[in-house]
């Protein structure tokens, strides 16, 4: 049984893609689906958390591996696939990768910078420069949310800086800003108020 997401329907078994997505900032020719990602998409999921960390256009970015090595981010996907990790995978009918969703939930020893607490996944999420601006982000937040109230999910939250523009398409989808942490906002979205399903199911 499927549940309704986003653009399509988003299948809970997962085994092909499911969701049908089209651009819709600026090449509407852009076609990709969303599947349920596993365990074999790691490799993604890190190339997507080094482009969510060194998304400043214009500034010099390590290799890879040196970039992910960073301290604060060496361990954010370290044992993935244990209880609670899900991820969403945005791809092209040619099966080209272009970014990826996820959430995975902390404890107050060992934590993310937007941490809540041990009840609320944080979400990470990454598009390839090239898909960006083209329908790939938002699709890929809501079908996760969709996601997460399946699963009974009820509260998320991320960490965003202040000056990325990302705020707006995570305002868009319903997170608020919940904490100040230096030059990065703490955001949520509480998936049971009833205002925030409105906004989602309106697609606003």
């Known amino acids: 049984m499927g549940i309704e997401a986003a653009a399509g329907v988003l299948d809970a ?42 998304w400043r256009p214009g500034v010099p970015r390590p290799e890879l591996e040196a970039g992910l ?25 040619e099966g080209v990768d272009l970014g990826a969703a996820w959430l995975r939930y902390w404890t107050e020893e060992q934590h993310s910078y937007g941490f809540v607490d041990a009840t609320t996944p944080e979400l990470g999420i990454g598009v390839r ?21 399946r699963l009974g999910v ?6 965003v800086e202040k000056d990325n523009p990302a705020i707006r398409l995570y305002r868009r989808v319903g997170f608020v800003e919940h904490a100040a942490a230096g030059s990065a906002w703490t955001m949520v979205v509480d998936l049971g108020d009833a205002t925030t399903a409105n906004r989602f199911a309106a697609g606003e």
């Open 69 to 93: 090595a960073r301290p604060d981010l060496a361990g954010l996907l370290a044992g993935w696939g244990r209880a609670g990790d899900v991820a969403l995978v945005a791809v092209t009918p």
């Open 154 to 159: 009820r509260r998320i939250s991320l960490s």
């Open 129 to 149: 420069a090239e898909a960006r601006r083209r329908g790939v982000g938002e699709a890929l937040l809501r079908a996760l949310l969709t996601e997460a109230r």
């Open 13 to 54: 078994g997962g085994a092909a893609p499911v969701l049908s997505g089209h651009g819709m900032r600026q090449e509407p020719d852009l076609n990709f689906v969303i599947r349920i990602g596993d365990a074999d998409d790691l490799g993604l999921l890190r190339e997507m958390l080094f482009e969510a960390a060194y």
